[in-house]
C-alpha cells in the first residue's frame, strides 16, 4: 500500500500573512528569511509557530501561485489584478 501523496504547498506566518513556501526545497524556522511562493523575503518569529491567538490573513499572491503551480483550471486562478486588489 502506498503513502498519501505529499503536500508540496505549506503555509507559515510571517511578517503578519501566511505566506505559502514549497516544502521540498524550504523548510521555514524561527528567525530564518525564506522566500515565499509570492516572491517576498519574510523571516518568521517563534511566536509565528504558535497556535494561540488568530490566524493571521493569507498573502493573496501565494494563494495564487499555489493554484498557478497545482494546475488548478484557469476559472479558479485570480487574475494578478484581483490579486493585488484584496486586503
Known sequence: MEGAPMIRHWWQPAEGRRHAYDRTTITPGADQMFTALCGTEVTPTASDFSLDGPPSP??????????????????QIPSLAAVEAMP
Open 58 to 75: 493569507t498573502c493573496w499572491q501565494c494563494d495564487r501561485e499555489i493554484r498557478v503551480r497545482d494546475g488548478w483550471p484557469a476559472e
